[in-house]
C-alpha cells in the first residue's frame, strides 16, 4: 500500500497563497502512471474533490477554486502540490491527498478573515 506525506499547511490571511506538497512512497513508474488528487474536508462536511492531475497532466478542479488553484506533479520526486493562491476563509478545511485507495493524513489550512 502506498503511503502518502502531505506538508505546507498552515494558518494565513485572506488573500494569501500556500503551496502544499505530498510525497508518495513506492516507485517511479507506479507514481507515473497514477491519477493524484487533493481533497478538503471542513468542520462538519463531506470530504470532497479539490483537484486532480492525469497520467498525462490533465488536470480538473472544482468550479470554486478554478483560477486560484493549481495542481501539478513532479514524476522524478514522487510529489503532487496544490499551488493556492487568492485564499479565502472558506478555503479553511483538512486537505488530504488521494491516489487510488491511499489517502494521506491530512494537512490543516486555515485561512483568517
Known amino acids: 500500500q502506498v503511503q502518502l506525506v502531505e506538508s505546507g499547511g498552515g494558518l494565513v490571511q485572506a488573500g494569501g497563497s500556500l503551496r502544499l506538497s505530498c510525497t508518495a512512497s513506492?516507485?517511479?513508474?507506479?507514481?507515473?502512471?497514477?491519477?493524484m488528487g487533493w481533497y478538503r474536508q471542513a468542520p462538519g462536511k463531506q470530504r470532497d474533490l479539490v483537484a486532480d492531475?492525469?497520467?498525462?497532466?490533465?488536470?480538473n478542479y472544482v468550479d470554486s477554486v478554478k483560477g486560484r488553484f493549481t495542481i501539478s506533479r513532479d514524476n522524478a520526486k514522487k510529489t503532487v502540490y496544490l499551488q493556492m493562491n487568492s485564499l479565502k476563509p472558506e478555503d479553511t478545511a483538512v486537505y488530504y491527498c488521494?491516489?487510488?485507495?491511499?489517502w494521506g493524513q491530512g494537512t490543516q489550512v486555515t485561512v483568517s478573515s
Open positions: 492531475i492525469s497520467s498525462g497532466g490533465s488536470t
Open positions: 513506492g516507485s517511479i513508474i507506479s507514481f507515473r502512471l497514477n491519477t
Open positions: 488521494r491516489r487510488g485507495d491511499a
